[in-house]
């Protein structure tokens, strides 16, 4: 089968204005890098969304997730079979201090509104430029916080399309981990528990951690933020300055010279730039300090 008629076959059940055909990942990705997907869908409902799942299993074509790209770096050569992303399904409702999100709300617009409803708890994610299933997926944290802390519940899609509603436990958040990366589920939403809050003490824990962040973080860049795990007892980002590699990279891409975590793209880097240069700083700091680092971003598609 042809990609133009799993377009064709798509469209049966999805607005036709939401599938496209060979369309470039650079502007779904925070690194501007990469390559097409032979086809790219956006359902706007979660029957729609069930569809497409449905249809890539049934029909065994290779299926990518895509959340807001803020963690993903795409290969030149681009996506084979369909990515997915669920950014129209993007609701949230607050009752009380019950939190729900779709999975393409984006984390910073539910710590807004949490904000806005003197609810703590969500603080600490106020800056991760990530959306709520790819939150799920990481398990997200910065400052002291994760998403472990605050979830009650996702209501998943399996990989053959149907629905389990996962509890905290069978959620299995870890560093950067979860059952949702490891089985391969797709998050349509989630549920989380605040509490209420002062809203001085909250709105203030906001403007520190927000400046923290732009004074630490090359946001002026595009990025896929920090790049490696932690490896255990030691700072990624420690090992890369102490190893010198501040400045130095491939092509456009380089290590970012105000925070070693980060590589960037100085603007015109192709993600064989990129990911030579994740590879560099990995030889580098495996030859100084004997120590492998593992990447945090997820490298996906295909070398041109
Ligand atoms: C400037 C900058 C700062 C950052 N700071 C932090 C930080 O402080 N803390 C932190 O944890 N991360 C940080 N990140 C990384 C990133 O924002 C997080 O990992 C975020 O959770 C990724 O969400 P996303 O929607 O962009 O996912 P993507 O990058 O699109 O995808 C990441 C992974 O999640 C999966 N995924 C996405 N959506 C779903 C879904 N609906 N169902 C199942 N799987 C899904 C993808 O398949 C992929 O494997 C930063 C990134 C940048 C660029």
Known sequence: MTKEQWAVDLAQNINPANIKLDESLQQYTMTKLGGKADVFVLPETEEEAIAVIRYAHINNIPLLMLGNGSNMVVRDGGMRGIVVTFSHLDKIQITGDHVYAQSGALIKDVSKLAAASSLTGFEFACGIP??????????AGAYGGEIKDI???????TKEGDILILSKEELELGYRQSSI???????????FQLAQGVQEEIDAKIADLTFQRESKQP???PSAGSVFKRPPGHFAGKLIQDSGLQGKGVGDAEVSTKHAGFIVNKGNATASDYIATIEMVQRVVKEKFGIDLETEVKIVGDDL
């Open 181 to 191: 990366a490891k089985k391969g589920y797709y998050v349509l939403s989630s549920e």
């Open 130 to 139: 990530g959306s709520i299933g790819g939150a799920m997926a990481m398990n």
């Open 151 to 157: 979830i009650i519940s996702s209501k998943v899609l």
């Open 219 to 221: 946001l002026e860049y």
